[in-house]
Structure formats: structure tokens, C-alpha cells
């Protein structure tokens, strides 16, 4: 069981333009909620973060957006830039847990 | 601090065979974490541990699969016997707090790809 979805396993994106990375969950327990970033070979890193209070938190070119009653939020990134090109996991925190999405990958074409 | 450190990176063994991978988290970090990553299902976590003790295993797939952590810099997960299926990156991470509102920040190390032939 899912509880939080990436529904969009791929995206592409030209250079410049906005990338918006989506993410559905089902659990109304959650109350925060992160997006981690993930190159080849590498472990994901964190990127930026919302709490369930706010429904708008920015850090330089992405902004992660929160739709509490939709149970939606959204990762954009304005510029997007080649180096952008990785995988996106979504995740979100229930007591102790922190639970992930299967994932998006973004591809910035130059 | 390294950060979170992982082996072996790449791991090639026979259907039935025993495979334990290793992970070391960050010095003073109270949470540990198992992750299996794979394309249907992304980040699954599979346990996760507070101050060496587990505490939530109900994404250990089976009873072929067991976690241990004798100590707060040392955690394993062995597969006994492992399958084919069993084949993924394996993610170790570790956070001083998983909590909204706090720094609530996993960090992850490298993985372990995994191939079961």
C-alpha cells in the first residue's frame, strides 16, 4: 500500500523553463514533508522541506507547495539547469517515519 | 564525519546463499534506517532503529530478512537464504530526529546494489 504516490515516473524539461514535480498521499496523518534528490551511485540528499502548517516554503530556484486538503504537494524548480537531471523522491513524516515515493526522474535537456 | 557509510557497495551471490550488508551511521545520530530501492516501488523502508533498539520492522519483506544493531556505530541487514527477488540498492541513513518541525533530516549513504543470481 502506497501512501505516498509519484505518479509521473519521468519528466522532461528544457533548460530555463519551470519543472513541476508532482506528489499525492493518502495518509492525513503525515505532517511534514520532504523532497529528496538523487543522482546515479549516490545516496538521496535532501533538498527542501513543508510543514503541514504552511502551505508554501521557498530555498533559492524551488519551492515546495502544499495542498493539505488535496493531499497534494509539489516540487518546483524555476530555472530548471541540466545538473537538475536526477531522480526526485517525495517523502513524508508520520510519528517516526519517514516514507517515500517510487520517484520521479527529471531530465533538463540543454 | 564521513557521513553515513555503507559495504559493500556491490554485492554478486547465488540464489540461497547468506548476504549481510553493513552500514555505520553518523556519529551521534539516534535513528537508523534500512531502505530497498527499487523502479515499482522507489524507497521502501524496510526498519528502522532508535538508539540501537528496532523499533518498526513491518516492511521486512520476510523472515528471510533480519536487522541488528549491537551498537549505536554499527547496524546489519542479512538476507538468509536470498532469491532473485531479493535484487536492489540497499540504503542505509541515519538522523539525530525524524519529527515535523525539527530537524527533521535523514542522511543517506551510498548503497549497496545487490544482485542475486
Known amino acids: 500500500d502506497q501512501q505516498v504516490k509519484q505518479n509521473s515516473p519521468s519528466l522532461s524539461v528544457q533548460e530555463g523553463r519551470i519543472s513541476i514535480l508532482n506528489c499525492d498521499y493518502t495518509?492525513?496523518?503525515?505532517?511534514?514533508f520532504l523532497w529528496y534528490k538523487k543522482y546515479p551511485a549516490e545516496g538521496p540528499t535532501f533538498l527542501i522541506s513543508?510543514?503541514?502548517?504552511?502551505d508554501k516554503n521557498e530555498d533559492g530556484r524551488f519551492t515546495v507547495f502544499l495542498n493539505k486538503s488535496a493531499k497534494h504537494l509539489s516540487l518546483h524548480i524555476v530555472p530548471s539547469q541540466p545538473g537538475d537531471s536526477a531522480v526526485y523522491f517525495c517523502?513524508?513524516?508520520?510519528?517516526?517515519?519517514?516514507?517515500f515515493g517510487a520517484g520521479t526522474i527529471l531530465r533538463v535537456k540543454s | 564525519d564521513a557521513g553515513v557509510i555503507q559495504s559493500p557497495r556491490h554485492e554478486v551471490t547465488e540464489m540461497g546463499q547468506e548476504v549481510t550488508l553493513r552500514c555505520k551511521p553518523i556519529?551521534?545520530?539516534?535513528?537508523l534506517f534500512w531502505y530497498r530501492q527499487t523502479m515499482m516501488r522507489g524507497l521502501e523502508l524496510l526498519i528502522y532503529?532508535?538508539?540501537?533498539?528496532?523499533?518498526?520492522d513491518s516492511g521486512m519483506p520476510e523472515d528471510r530478512f533480519s536487522a541488528k544493531m549491537p551498537n549505536a556505530s554499527f547496524s546489519t541487514l542479512k538476507i538468509q537464504p536470498s532469491e532473485p527477488r531479493d535484487s536492489a540498492v540497499y540504503f542505509c541513513?541515519?538522523?539525530?530526529?525524524?519529527?515535523?518541525?525539527?530537524?527533521?533530516?535523514?542522511?543517506f549513504g551510498q548503497g549497496t546494489r545487490l544482485t542475486v543470481v
Open positions: 532503529f532508535n538508539n540501537n533498539v528496532p523499533i518498526d
Open positions: 495518509n492525513s496523518m503525515f505532517d511534514y
Open positions: 556519529s551521534g545520530h539516534d535513528y
Open positions: 513543508i510543514s503541514s502548517i504552511k
Open positions: 541513513a541515519s538522523s539525530l530526529v525524524i519529527r515535523a518541525g525539527i530537524d527533521t533530516e535523514a542522511f
Open positions: 517523502a513524508a513524516v508520520y510519528g517516526n517515519k519517514l516514507v
